[in-house]
C-alpha cells in the first residue's frame, strides 16, 4: 500500500469516525450522569431525517443543523421523562426510542417527499462543504507532512472540526468545571449530591439535553456533509457502534476520540477491499469487510478490551429519601 492510498484511508476514517466520536460523546455525557441511553442511534435518525428536510425544503443547511438539533432533543426529552420523572427503564425506553425513530423518520419523509423514505439529494447550500485549511495547496509539495495537512487534515466540513473540539471541551467541562464535577458525582453517587444541596434531576436533566445536541449534531452530519441527504435507516447501527466505543474508551473523552478512530478506520477498510486484498494477498468477501465494524463491536462488548467499570449509579432511577 502506497503513501496516496494511506492518506486516502485515513481522509475516510476521519469522515466516518465523526458521527460515531459525536454520538461517543453524547453517550459520555449522559451516561456519567448516570442514564444509560441506548437511544442514540434513534436521536441520530431522527436528526438526520429532520435536517436532511429541512435542508431540502430551505435550501439552508444552517436551518437543517437547527432542524436536526431540535429533533434530537425531543427524544432526549421523552428519554429523561420516561427514565428520570417517571424512573422507567433506561434502556427499555432507549430502545424504544429506537424503534419510533426507525419508522417515524420512514413515514414523515415518504408523507414529504414521496421517494420511498428519502428526502431529495442536496446541493449547493444545503449542504456543509469541505473547507480547506490555510496553506493547504502551498504545503502539498512538503515531503509526508504536506500531503498529510492536504489530503487528511484539510478538506473536510466545519462539523469535522467542531467534534475534534469537542473532544478537548468536553475533557475541560467534566473535569475541570464545578458543573462536570457534579455531573460525574450524580453518576456515582446521586444521594451525595442531593445531599449538598444540588438538584439530581436538574443535573440528569441537564445531561440528557447535551446528549441530544451532539446526537443532532451527529444525525444532521450524517445527512448534510457526509451524504447528500436522508435515506432509510442511514445510521446503520452507528448508535450501537458509538456506545461500543464509550465501552472501548472507559467513559474518558480523550480515549473516545481515538477508539471511534478505530472504529472509523474499520470503516474505511470496508470501503476498500482492494487493499485489504493487498495486504492480505488473498481475496475477502465484500460481505465480511461490510461487517467488519459490527464484529469489533460485538468483540467489544464481550469484553475483548478487558473490563471496563461504568459509573456505579449508571441506570439507576434515584428516588430522594425523605
Same mark, same amino acid.
Given at each position: 500500500?502506497d @503513501?496516496?492510498?494511506?492518506?486516502?484511508?485515513?481522509?475516510?476514517?476521519?469522515?466516518?469516525?465523526?458521527?460515531?466520536?459525536?454520538a461517543?460523546?453524547?453517550?459520555?455525557?449522559?451516561?456519567?450522569? /448516570?442514564?444509560?441511553?441506548?437511544?442514540?442511534?434513534?436521536?441520530?435518525?431522527?436528526?438526520?431525517?429532520?435536517?436532511?428536510?429541512?435542508?431540502?425544503l430551505?435550501?439552508?443547511?444552517?436551518? /437543517?443543523?437547527?432542524?436536526?438539533?431540535?429533533?434530537?432533543?425531543?427524544?432526549?426529552?421523552?428519554?429523561?421523562?420516561?427514565?428520570?420523572?417517571?424512573?422507567?427503564?433506561?434502556?427499555?425506553?432507549?430502545v424504544?426510542?429506537?424503534?419510533?425513530?426507525?419508522?417515524?423518520?420512514?413515514?414523515?419523509?415518504? $408523507?414529504?417527499?414521496?421517494?420511498?423514505?428519502?428526502?431529495?439529494p442536496?446541493?449547493?447550500d444545503?449542504?456543509?462543504?469541505?473547507?480547506?485549511?490555510?496553506?493547504?495547496?502551498?504545503?502539498?509539495?512538503v515531503?509526508?507532512?504536506?500531503?498529510? @495537512?492536504?489530503?487528511?487534515?484539510?478538506?473536510?466540513?466545519?462539523?469535522?472540526?467542531?467534534?475534534?473540539?469537542?473532544?478537548?471541551?468536553?475533557?475541560?467541562?467534566? @473535569?475541570?468545571t464545578?458543573?462536570?464535577?457534579?455531573?460525574r458525582?450524580?453518576?456515582?453517587?446521586?444521594?451525595?449530591?442531593?445531599t449538598?444541596?444540588?438538584?439530581?434531576?436538574?443535573?440528569?436533566?441537564?445531561?440528557?439535553?447535551?446528549?441530544?445536541?451532539?446526537?443532532?449534531?451527529?444525525?444532521?452530519?450524517?445527512?448534510?456533509?457526509?451524504?447528500?441527504?436522508?435515506?432509510?435507516?442511514?445510521?446503520a /447501527?452507528?448508535?450501537?457502534?458509538?456506545?461500543?466505543? #464509550?465501552?472501548?474508551?472507559?467513559? $474518558?473523552?480523550?480515549?473516545?476520540?481515538?477508539?471511534?478512530?478505530?472504529?472509523?478506520?474499520?470503516?474505511? #477498510?470496508?470501503?476498500?477491499?482492494?487493499?485489504?486484498?493487498?495486504?492480505?494477498r488473498?481475496?475477502?468477501?465484500?460481505? !465480511?469487510?461490510?461487517?467488519?465494524?459490527?464484529?469489533?463491536?460485538v468483540?467489544?462488548? !464481550?469484553?475483548?478490551?478487558?473490563?471496563?467499570?461504568?459509573?456505579?449509579?449508571?441506570?439507576?432511577?434515584?428516588?430522594?429519601?425523605?
Open positions: 500500500m @503513501y496516496a492510498t494511506l492518506l486516502q484511508i485515513l481522509d475516510s476514517t476521519l469522515r466516518l469516525a465523526t458521527p460515531l466520536l459525536l461517543c460523546l453524547a453517550g459520555l455525557f449522559s451516561e456519567r450522569a /448516570g442514564i444509560f441511553d441506548i437511544g442514540l442511534e434513534g436521536k441520530m435518525l431522527m436528526a438526520a431525517m429532520a435536517s436532511g428536510a429541512v435542508a431540502a430551505s435550501g439552508s443547511v444552517w436551518l /437543517g443543523l437547527c432542524a436536526g438539533i431540535g429533533a434530537s432533543l425531543v427524544l432526549a426529552a421523552l428519554h429523561g421523562i420516561a427514565s428520570i420523572t417517571f424512573r422507567g427503564n433506561q434502556l427499555i425506553a432507549g424504544a426510542l429506537n424503534f419510533v425513530a426507525s419508522g417515524v423518520t420512514v413515514l414523515i419523509a415518504q $408523507r414529504m417527499f414521496g421517494q420511498g423514505g428519502r428526502t431529495p442536496l446541493t449547493g444545503a449542504r456543509f462543504n469541505p473547507l480547506t485549511l490555510p496553506f493547504a495547496e502551498e504545503l502539498r509539495g515531503p509526508v507532512l504536506g500531503p498529510l @495537512y492536504a489530503e487528511v487534515i484539510s478538506g473536510h466540513s466545519i462539523l469535522v472540526y467542531l467534534a475534534l473540539a469537542l473532544v478537548p471541551l468536553s475533557w475541560w467541562v467534566l @473535569y475541570r464545578r458543573f462536570g464535577l457534579r455531573l458525582a450524580v453518576g456515582e453517587n446521586p444521594a451525595s449530591v442531593d449538598a444541596g444540588v438538584s439530581v434531576v436538574a443535573l440528569r436533566y441537564a445531561a440528557v439535553a447535551i446528549t441530544g445536541v451532539l446526537c443532532g449534531l451527529a444525525g444532521a452530519y450524517m445527512a448534510t456533509a457526509l451524504q447528500a441527504g436522508f435515506g432509510r435507516e442511514m445510521t /447501527g452507528r448508535g450501537y457502534i458509538a456506545l461500543a466505543a #464509550l465501552i472501548f474508551a472507559k467513559w $474518558r473523552p480523550w480515549a473516545a476520540l481515538w477508539a471511534t478512530l478505530l472504529f472509523g478506520f474499520f470503516q474505511a #477498510l470496508a470501503l476498500r477491499p482492494d487493499v485489504v486484498e493487498a495486504v492480505l488473498f481475496k475477502v468477501p465484500v460481505p !465480511a469487510l461490510d461487517a467488519l465494524p459490527y464484529v469489533l463491536t468483540l467489544v462488548l !464481550a469484553g475483548f478490551v478487558g473490563k471496563a467499570i461504568p459509573p456505579r449509579a449508571g441506570g439507576q432511577p434515584y428516588v430522594k429519601e425523605r
